[in-house]
């Protein structure tokens, strides 16, 4: 992590807590988390939809330095999309971040690279930032294609985006295997495919640009494994799932990444 680039911490609840367990979970970080910490690590939550309001009231309440986030959204605008949220509604509540492209999204709800660079763009567009997940298969990783599949999702998702608008996003790398399974990347691994992200976004844009998006790691992040994710060169945070839930374990994990930066 070097100098310039404050990592971020980010909470992905996916379809856990509804609003009266979110505040709680929110209160609790708020307790755990001395206020100087914000100065050194950027802390996102990822809350279900119907927790978003909630959550937006209190962190404005309290003026917690807590960046409110959403887990998904649509691309359109408004319209026929029945059960869908709209990019601007999430900007009227002052989320800052979506993520986009999650494995879970893409497997489960068919979301593809077209699909996903269309909200990166929409996202853009309503001046929230995307956190873009990449990620391979254990089958792809075996078959020696971590690289071509990872890479082949950071060019389809960031197609068509202007190159201050690339330097503002996130790109999660989650090898799917590591996905609530216990099982991590090493350090080194993570850090082998971050750099590779980042040599190919300053391939396709330039090393400033390159320079500036953060490029988070996820898949089994837990207090115990954060330093050494950290101190790569180019891990600048964590996406994390199950661990996210407890927030002493999640507290402990967003000082790690602060002193990791200090
Ligand atoms: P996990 O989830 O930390 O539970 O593996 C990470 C994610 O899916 O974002």
Known sequence: MPDGRVPLISGN????????????NLQKLAWL?????????????????????TLQTSIEADRMDVLL?????HHEVSGAYTGEVSPAFLAKLDVKLVICGHSERRELFGENDEIVNAKVKAILAHKMTPILCVGETLAERE????????LGQVAAGIAGAKKDQVASMVIAYEPIWAIGTGKTATAQ??????GAIRRAVAASTDASTAGSIRIQYGGSVKAGTTAELMAQPD?????????????DEFAQIVKIAAGASS
Request: aromatic share 6%; with cysteine.
């Open 189 to 194: 691994d993570a850090q082998d495919v971050c």
């Open 33 to 53: 988390l001395p206020k100087d910490v914000y100065e050194r690590v950027d802390v996102s939550l990822h809350p279900p939809f119907t927790d978003i309001r």
């Open 235 to 247: 891990v600048d945070g964590a996406l994390v799932g199950g661990a996210s839930l407890d927030p």
């Open 143 to 150: 078959a020696g294609e971590t690289e071509a599949k990872v």
């Open 13 to 24: 609840w996916k379809m856990n807590l509804d609003h009266f367990e979110a505040l709680r």
């Open 69 to 73: 986030g959403a887990q998904h959204c």
